[in-house]
Structures are given as structure tokens and as C-alpha cells.
């Protein structure tokens, strides 16, 4: 994952990240961040995969992933989709419109990096990314061959 509880806790407080995750309605203070098997954990955790979804898509193609060091505006765009998708488990008709404008500024970094006009200083390219098509086709296999073709 590109988000961790610890790089999302530095956008949104701790408190309304728990109160947002929170389900059980225990105290905050019984909420243990640490702990992977906590509800809440898990929860986040899976708001993150949700982002990391959305993000992969787009670096798929130009990066070979997983990417072995992950850029810091790779996590920052994360973070973000995936306080999005955290306050969308509550408020999934009333999102806050500055939730909805990071979000719309991070498909757009993506989409940069995509069509590599922003660089995110990754130097392992893929292999495949020249412009040639391979087919595992031969003149025999053609059912219209030139002499065919030529008829007409």
C-alpha cells in the first residue's frame, strides 16, 4: 500500500480519522492503530487498497510495479483518495468540497504522470513500451492470402 495510518494521520487528525473508521462506537482511546487485527485497521487498510486501485492504473504502462520506492507525491495522491474513500463511508452525499477537490487534483497529477509530462523520479521503465506490435502470425495463416487478394 501507498498509505500507511501514519502518512494519512499527518492530512487528518487522528481523532476524526478514528471517528470515521470507528464502527463499534468504543471510546478512541480503546482503539489500538497498531494493532492489524483492529476493526478500525482494517477498515483503513482497506481504503488505502481501494486507492492504491485507482493510482496503479495509471502507472501501469510507464512503471514496473510494485515500484521498489514509492515517490513521496505517489503517497501524497494516495493519502488523499484515501481520506476520501475513509470520509465517503459516512458522508457519501455530503462530501466535504475540499475532499472532492483534492481528489479531482490528484486524478490529474496521475493523469501527468501518466503521459509522463510530470516525472515522479522513478528510473525502472518497463521493458514493452516501444510502439511495436508482435503477432504470432504468419503469411500461411491467412485465410485471404495476397494471390487472394490480388483478384480483387
Known amino acids: 500500500m501507498y498509505s500507511t495510518i501514519d502518512t494519512v ?20 482511546d480503546e482503539v489500538d492503530l497498531t494493532d492489524a487485527a483492529d476493526p478500525v485497521v482494517i477498515r483503513f487498510n482497506e481504503a488505502a487498497d481501494e486507492a492504491q486501485g485507482e493510482i496503479d492504473p495509471y502507472l501501469r ?10 515517490p513521496k507525491i505517489i503517497t501524497s495522491v494516495s493519502d488523499s483518495f484515501t481520506i476520501y474513500h475513509i470520509y465517503e463511508r459516512r458522508n457519501r452525499e ?26 515522479i523520479g522513478v528510473a525502472n521503465e518497463p521493458q514493452n513500451l516501444s510502439n511495436e506490435i508482435t503477432v504470432n502470425k504468419t503469411d500461411c495463416d491467412r485465410e485471404f492470402n495476397k494471390d487472394v487478394l490480388d483478384k480483387y
Open 9 to 28: 494521520t499527518k492530512k487528518i487528525n487522528r481523532t476524526t480519522l478514528i471517528q470515521l473508521l470507528n464502527d463499534e462506537v468504543r471510546p478512541d
Open 61 to 70: 504502462g510507464r512503471y514496473t510495479l510494485p515500484l521498489a520506492v514509492v
Open 94 to 119: 455530503n462530501m466535504p468540497d475540499s475532499i472532492l477537490s483534492i481528489r479531482k487534483e490528484g486524478f490529474k497529477l496521475l493523469t501527468d504522470i501518466q503521459k509522463g509530462i510530470l516525472d
